[in-house]
């Protein structure tokens, strides 16, 4: 088990409520997320959900998108039984696994992912997000909503007051604050516009970052779309 994955493992039964107290841009961050799902239209009915957690992110799929099957890939065995007592049981398929092996077989409509990836190491995001493209129907949409970098060092320490201030202001305790820069140890967050890059360099169009509030950003990319004898249709 990885050291991100044993981390928050051990914190899976506090894990939701310490989210809203965590990520003071909770309801847009993650509603944001969902928005993207629908930009382009066209039929949602499977999704995979990569370091999905208790199902926060999956149960806010399931709310907009009722008929959609989801696929939860964890590495924490602990998490994902949360995620089976939360959602339905008709609608969920859980899979115990590392984002760096091979994903579950698509295609999927979508692929999503909230505050997981940015603990890869930088090689192994960039060969996640060709495996994500590969993964996609053609037309489907790759959501990351992440923990971000700043642009500059600066930047960054501003981020990080901001939000220290921000989560007090919402009800988080000096020890929730302490034990979450803890686990930001285990991070190896990039900026918004090197992931946008790397994103595009993997086959994705259109990416751009559609939210974002300190270090929390939500970016999407599409695949392309496919032309009558199966080939895609590059912009």
Same mark, same amino acid.
């Given at each position: ?11 899976? @039964? ?44 999956? !149960? ?69 997000? @060709? ?7 053609? *037309?489907?949409?790759?959501?990351? @909503? ?10 960054? *320490? ?21 034990? !979450? ?35 929390? !950003? ?7 779309? !496919? ?7 590059? *912009?």
């Amino acid at each position: 088990m990885s050291d991100s994955v044993s981390v928050f493992a051990a914190h899976a @039964a506090d894990y939701d409520a310490q989210r809203r107290r965590l990520v003071p841009s909770f309801e847009l961050f993650y509603g944001t997320a969902v928005d993207m799902l629908g930009l382009r239209g066209g039929a949602m009915l499977r999704v995979l959900d990569l370091g999905a957690g208790t199902g926060l992110l999956s !149960a806010a799929v399931l709310s907009r998108y009722p008929q959609a099957e989801l696929v939860l890939l964890d590495g924490a065995a602990e998490m994902l039984r949360h995620a089976e007592e939360r959602l339905p049981a008709a609608s969920i398929t859980t899979v115990t696994g590392d984002l760096r092996e091979e994903l579950p077989a698509g295609p999927f409509d979508a692929i999503v992912s909230a505050l997981a990836i940015h603990h890869l190491e930088h090689p192994d995001k960039r060969d996640l997000f @060709a495996r994500i493209h590969d993964g996609l129907r053609p *037309g489907g949409v790759f959501v990351n @909503a992440e923990h971000v970098a700043g642009p500059t060092p600066w930047l960054d *320490g501003v981020y990080r007051a901001t939000w220290r201030e921000a989560c007090g202001a919402v009800g988080a305790t000096a020890r929730e604050l302490a034990d !979450a820069e803890g686990r930001m140890e285990t991070d190896r967050s990039i900026d918004v516009a090197t992931q946008l890059q790397w994103m595009g360099a993997a086959g994705l169009q259109d990416c751009d970052c559609f939210f974002k509030h300190l270090h929390f !950003a939500v970016l999407a990319g599409w695949r392309a779309q !496919a032309w009558p004898d199966g080939s895609e249709l590059r *912009g």
